[in-house]
């Protein structure tokens, strides 16, 4: 079982409806990541959170420490967000590392 | 201000050659990491420097691999024997410190090994 477990690994939605990926994690944390990726692109971040819930723009994300659960919420989505959403989880137990999810393929269609 | 960069953007070496890997990380940013990532997966952890000296190097999969950052700025990413199974994206990062700080990916390298 991978550290950190995304879902769901494929996702296509019409455009302006409400997105929702997960992410879960299986060991002690010190920050969790939201990261996106272009096709061909390279790999912007998004969020850095701890607890609680951060915004910006229409993307929203939480996280609930004792579920050891975070979710990246897209609201009004548009085709141009169409990208891979990955989390990473910044492993606290044993070696200090950036543990990455398997990513989620995002595609908005007009 | 300057991002992190990455050279080169794609490098075809056959099975067997040394291939070097370079980062400029964003200036007085003391943390740089490097990862891989295969087609279709997420990002792999293989290394991270604080300063000049590796903090943790146990993602790098076997001697082959090496990383050095002499001066605290530039690191290089160094692969012996290159191997098909080395082909993918290697990716380097840079934060202002290590642990619960944003970190700021370079574009990366397309390593292919035909």
């Known amino acids: 079982k991978n550290e950190v477990e995304q879902s769901p690994q494929n996702l296509t939605a019409q455009e302006g409806e409400f997105i929702t990926i997960n992410c879960s994690y299986s060991v002690g944390i010190s920050a969790l990541h939201w990261l996106q990726q272009h096709p061909g692109g390279g790999i912007v971040s998004l969020f850095m959170?701890?607890?609680g819930k951060k915004k910006h723009g229409r993307l929203i994300a939480t996280i609930n420490i004792q579920e050891k659960h975070s979710s990246l919420h897209i609201t009004a989505s548009h085709p141009r967000d169409s990208a891979v959403y990955i989390c990473?989880?910044?492993?606290?137990?044993?070696?200090?590392?950036?543990?990455f999810g398997q990513g989620t393929r995002l595609t908005i269609n007009p | 201000g300057a991002g992190v960069s990455q050279t080169p953007s794609n490098k075809v070496t056959e099975k067997g050659k040394y291939v070097e890997l370079r980062c400029d990380p964003i200036?007085?940013?003391?943390?740089l990491y490097w990862y891989r990532q295969s087609l279709g997966q997420g990002p792999e952890f293989l290394i991270y420097f604080q300063g000049t000296g590796a903090a943790d190097d146990s993602g790098l999969p076997n001697d082959r691999f090496f990383a050095v950052r002499p001066e605290g700025s530039v690191s290089t990413l160094k692969i012996q024997r290159t191997e098909r199974g080395d082909s993918a994206v290697y990716l380097c990062?840079?934060?202002?410190?290590?642990?619960?700080?944003?970190?700021?990916f370079g574009p990366g390298t397309r390593l292919t090994v035909l």
């Open positions: 959170l701890s607890s």
């Open positions: 990473a989880s910044w492993i606290i137990q044993g070696a200090q590392k950036l543990v």
């Open positions: 990062a840079s934060s202002l410190g290590s642990g619960g700080y944003t970190q700021y």
């Open positions: 200036s007085g940013h003391t943390a």
